[in-house]
């Protein structure tokens, strides 16, 4: 059982307004990364980080950044939100090299 | 660059069928290759693996081979349940250091009784 967490759920908020989603791991891992996965399924990877205060933009350009000040949390905040964001956002993370990578529940995001 | 190709979906079959999805990739090197399934309202959960060519991932009754020559890593389930109703996403990790998992498209599987 995968024990990383993501929280809210599911968010309905109005344009403008600045958002944090949170994501944490209690399995000690340096890696850790943000997807988001549009209406069709398909996952496009956003930030991911390598270990504290790493960070880096994915393939597919995103207006969220992230940071990593602890090994266990690897928020993604939006600064101003717009319907275009509406989407799941999905966080996962790996130990180490060849390894299983673990999947939170991910987070509902719904733009008015 | 690398990248994966799944068949698209949705797939519908009625229960106790024969499951195959279709995975073929493209990649340097010896890439390691995953299924990934996705239940409703859920993240993404491993379903299996395979880390060389020739390998046979399994699990839960699924199984897929890694053929090389064929660049392919087909998934197949004898008999599937109403309960396998799922999105399966096929992914590779380079065997470059560092790359993240490159994932396919999905394939949504619909399994009726």
Redesign the interface.
Known sequence: E?DIY?TPRYLVIGTGKKITLECSQTMGHDKM?WYQQDP????H?IH?S?GVNSTEK?DLSSESTVSRIRTEHFPLTLESARPSHTSQY?C?SRRA??E???????TRLLVL | GDSVTQMEGPVTLSEEAFLTINCTYTATGYPSLFWYVQYPGEGLQLLLKATKADDKGSNKGFEATYRKETTSFHLEKGSVQVSDSAVYFCALKSGQAGTALIFGKGTTLSVSS
């Open positions: 995968a993501q990364y069709g399924m398909e996952l990877l991911y390598y994915g999905l996962a090299e060849g299983t990578q673990y999947f939170g529940p991910g």
